[in-house]
């Protein structure tokens, strides 16, 4: 590992070389006076925040670029915002995320043939990359890096002919997404389309396994240099995600060198970014699955893993062809999509499951005779907060992105192969559960009158305070192999499901549900009191496709029972089942072994994808008193890691009352 | 027939072979001062309180008509921040064996099974023998003191696929001392176990000071020759479960002599 450059990234000392360019705060107000487009917007600033760059080549730094600028004006004045949100739907910041873009034929075929295909805009702006480049390149030829100067004397404007230019090359467009105004840019399937690249390169001898090893590691610090400077609900939620492994169109599996080089690298490194992904199916190999648990041994809550006999499948179902489903990608966290020609919009809305039993139960319970009834109402509800969902979601308006544009095919401007819509399914194990103990003790044993039930929600178990104990730690619950817990789960996926079935959204596309909750799990349980679950007030939901947080379970292996009944085939938009084990449990090979065949196990019983923590409480506890002694501790949030004592107070502590798994 | 239970503890890795899941009886005739699960020493079922949860609110001391809280005269459903539970479940060897099977192929492709544990399961030695018969399909291994009528120890044994043998002490003036007990019929079914064809390993545990002295793991080495055994360092905070009981964990907070105790072996290793 280059040390000098690890610790300059670490330590932050590379932040000496910003500089903010307060005068330029205002240009969205200089765009507004000259009444210009918004992509001439786009353009003009890309050209002005690379003309204020500095090069800067960092100590043994062998791949460049790094912002220096940290100003970052919007293109856009709040007035006009105001505006463009009364006409149309906005979608989160209103410019591009969670894309996957052709890295592959760029980097192959050079930026000045892609150029020769794009719009005025495009021009502009791949001009305004060469001209950065050559800035970087003088640089480099200043400072006797002749190496560097001469991959930048190739690329961008060429394809790259060997593993470092085409590392390069990816940082310079990577870069230049971001620069451009795109967030969340995902890395897609960089270990298939680098690998020939690396693969030729050893083939001349140019790189052992050490020596390429090493410039990965370079090359994946490069996401960790100013990734602080783009937008994020919390720091870390970049969305630079990469995958490995999985099967290719053919239906071969692909994990090769590369794939195992950056499980390693990212173990090195124990660093935030980039995000790891790994694919796999029920032919995968146990030693794919050990590498990934020894990356799940550093903490760092990497390998996120995601089946591909479940996920093509689903894509399949949805529509999706066979070759694209087989390529499919992860975007910022966990939801698949499609790269290079999907423009699905993969988080653009969540449907929160507790209040739909929090509606039910206040409007429905009291005249529904049986349980049936009930869950009539529950259907009704889902599929008319569905329709309203779907509804609000009309005449949504993107700011345009030149680069992305270019990176894209056929495009995004009108859309690309894809346009599909993806909804969160959030809080399913408090559904699942409230409907277990609306079921078992109004309808099955009437232990609780319909009256008493909602007094005691309403109270937040003031009144009829005896309920709570039974309905928070004695109920079914979710991730117990409890058959009535779990056939409400499966219930309310199917219905979520269905119920998306067939609308077409306003780009042509379709709605796929999932199983993700992302911060909704503290935004969505403020907006409803307590639940039938025994979930108090102000509680938090679990997050993503996991037990509610004081659910009892036996360990994993229910959980995993539990949590593999419903068809998630059908709410394939994503979301992971997270399971939290004690950093003890990676102690020796034999238990990262053991790990290893218990996620194997989860493949294939048919899970879609699982999120593997390994934590230290006490190391939690100790940061949030002492957090200037661990700067460097790392956790897993929703879908992306993040540093411990950079995280608000709420979900700091979200994380320590997960369930964990000790030996 | 029925038996009683503390804990049913799902991917225990150190258990056996691969990963397992692991049935803890209830009821212990030694009385190791080291002992990590003091719930299991008593047969009956007793009830535990998380005191660090506790606010006082006295709603468990509310007279109810649970047959289980009969014993304690507090109300073991009644907390709302679930600090009380009552250790040990009646359960019958149907309903056990249901539970377990329901996992078995789960259990198979992480090449593990099931592991009664303890408590002392030989205790129950017909209810664990009734249960292991309705498991059919699953590796069966058995975390034992040895401490059993030879008899009721082989009729045990015979049932389970792999035996997990504890030696604490060779001397038996020590282990009267340190469990309470002789270990006279223990060394007569580990005699009988080196000889009896199964497979096995030996679990001796590393008590700083009783059990991990040289001349105590000589002798144990010297009876048990290359049969491979696996060394559990003492760790303090096995003792965390004494004050839920209203107990006093014996031992203090004493850490192992920093030294390789598998060199006493001919083919021993340390489980951390």
Redesign the interface.
């Known amino acids: 590992m280059q040390t000098i450059l690890y610790d300059f990234i670490v330590n932050q000392k590379h932040h000496r070389f910003r500089r903010s360019f307060p005068e330029y705060e205002n240009l969205a107000e200089e765009f507004s006076n000259e009444h210009l487009s918004p992509i001439e917007r786009m353009t003009r600033r890309f050209e002005l925040l690379t003309s204020l760059e500095t090069p800067v080549l960092l100590p043994d730094e062998k791949i460049c670029f790094m912002r220096t600028v940290t100003t970052y004006p919007d293109c856009f004045t709040p007035e006009e915002w105001q505006t463009i949100k009364e006409n149309h739907y906005v979608h989160e910041l209103g410019y591009l995320s969670n894309l996957s873009p052709d890295y592959e034929r760029v980097i192959a075929s050079g930026l000045l043939t892609v150029q020769q295909n794009a719009d005025s805009y495009g021009k502009r702006i791949i001009d305004a990359i060469f001209r950065l480049s050559d800035r970087y390149r003088d640089e480099a030829e200043k400072q006797g890096k002749t190496a560097l100067a001469e991959v930048l004397t190739r690329i961008p404007r060429y394809g790259a002919t060997s593993f470092y230019e085409a590392l390069q090359f990816f940082r310079i467009l990577h870069y230049s997404l971001w620069l451009e105004g795109n967030y969340h840019n995902t890395v897609g399937r960089f270990d298939q389309y680098m690998y020939p690249y690396l693969k030729a390169d050893m083939e001349r001898g140019l790189y052992t396994r050490e020596s390429a090893l090493a410039l990965l590691e370079d090359f994946f610090l490069s996401f960790n240099k100013d990734s602080d400077l783009y937008h994020g609900v919390q720091q870390g939620d970049n969305g630079q995600s990469m995958v490995l492994g999985g099967i290719d169109e053919y239906g071969n599996d692909v994990f090769n060198l590369l794939s195992e080089l950056c499980l390693q690298a990212s173990k090195n490194l124990l660093m935030i970014d980039p995000k790891i992904n790994l694919r796999v199916g029920k032919n995968t190999p146990i030693s794919v699955f050990e590498l990934g648990s020894e990356l799940t041994k550093a903490g760092l809550g990497f390998p996120q893993y995601s089946n591909d006999d479940i996920v093509i499948d689903g894509l399949i179902k949805l529509g999706y062809d066979l070759k694209d489903a087989r390529n499919y990608v992860v975007a910022a966290c966990w939801e698949f999509i499609i790269p290079k020609v999907g423009t699905d919009i993969p988080n653009i809305a969540a449907l929160s499951f507790p209040k739909i039993i929090d509606t039910c139960l206040h409007r429905d319970l009291m005249h529904c005779k049986t349980y049936d009834a009930f869950t009539d109402c529950i259907r009704k509800e889902i599929q008319s907060e569905c329709d309203r969902i779907c509804g609000s979601i009309q005449n949504l308006w993107f700011v345009p992105s030149p680069l992305m544009n270019c990176m894209m095919d056929p495009g995004v401007y009108e859309g690309g192969k894809y346009n599909n819509f993806g909804i969160h399914g959030t809080g399913i194990a408090t559904a699942a559960d409230s409907l277990a103990a609306i079921e078992k003790y109004i309808y099955l044993d009437k232990k609780i009158s319909k009256t008493d039930l909602i007094q005691a929600v309403d109270s937040n178990f003031e009144k009829h305070s005896e309920f709570l104990p039974l309905l928070r730690y004695e109920a079914p619950k979710m991730g117990c192999n409890d058959e009535i817990a779990d056939n409400n789960a499966v219930f309310l996926l199917d219905v979520f499901s269905d119920s998306l079935k067939g609308k077409i959204n306003c780009r042509g596309g379709i709605y796929r549900a999932g199983t993700g909750s992302a911060m909704y799990y503290l935004w969505h349980a403020s907006e409803i009191g307590a639940s039938p679950d025994g979930r108090r007030q102000g509680e938090a939901f679990g997050t993503n496709f996991s037990p509610s947080l004081f659910a009892k379970t036996r360990g994993p292996i229910s959980v995993i029972h539990s949590f593999t009944k419903p068809d998630l085939k059908k709410v394939i938009n994503g979301g992971p089942l997270t399971l939290e084990f004690a950093s003890s449990m990676f102690q020796s090979p034999d238990s990262i072994h053991k790990v290893a065949s218990l996620v194997k196990a989860f493949i294939a019983l048919g899970g879609h994808q699982l999120q593997l923590n390994a934590v230290n409480t006490d190391l939690m506890k100790d940061a949030q008193l002492h957090p200037e002694k661990h700067r460097q501790l790392v956790v897993r949030i929703w879908g992306w890691s993040a540093y411990f004592v950079e995280l608000d107070k709420a979900y700091q502590n979200h994380v320590m009352q997960r369930q964990q798994y000790v030996v | 027939m029925n038996g009683t239970i503390f804990d ?7 258990d056996g072979p ?2 397992r ?1 692991t049935v803890f009886l209830k009821g212990c005739p030694l009385r190791c001062q080291w002992c990590h699960n003091p719930e299991g020493l008593l047969p009956t079922p007793q009830l535990m309180v998380k005191e660090s949860l506790c606010t006082h609110c006295n ?1 468990c001391f509310v007279s109810c008509k649970h047959e289980e809280c009969k014993p304690f005269h507090r109300c073991a ?4 921040n ?1 600090c009380l539970s009552i250790s040990g479940e009646s359960i019958s060897s149907f309903r056990l064996a249901e539970r377990l099977n ?2 078995a192929i ?2 198979k ?4 099974g099931i592991t009664f544990s303890g408590g002392e399961p030989l205790m129950q030695a017909d209810f664990v023998c009734e249960t292991a018969d309705q498991l059919p399909a699953l590796h069966k291994a058995i975390q034992t003191s040895g401490y059993a009528d030879p008899k009721v120890y082989q009729k045990v044994v015979a049932k389970m696929d792999y035996v997990m043998q504890d030696i604490k002490l060779i001397s038996e003036q020590g282990h009267l001392k340190y469990t309470g007990a002789s270990n006279a019929k223990i060394l007569k079914n580990i005699d009988w176990l080196l000889h009896s064809g199964k497979e096995y390993v030996f679990r001796i545990p590393l008590i700083p000071d009783i059990t991990d002295t040289e001349e105590n793991l000589t002798a144990i080495s010297q009876l048990i020759g290359e049969a491979s055994a696996e060394l559990m360092p003492y760790n303090f905070l096995a003792g965390a479960k004494y004050q839920m009981l209203g107990m006093t964990f014996p031992l203090a907070d004493h850490p192992n002599r920093k030294e390789d105790f598998t060199k006493f072996f001919q083919n021993a290793k340390l489980i ?1």
């Open positions: 049913i503890k799902e991917f225990s890795i150190h691969g990963a899941i709603r459903h009644a907390c709302p679930g329901e996992n789960l259990l492709s992480l090449n593990g951390s």
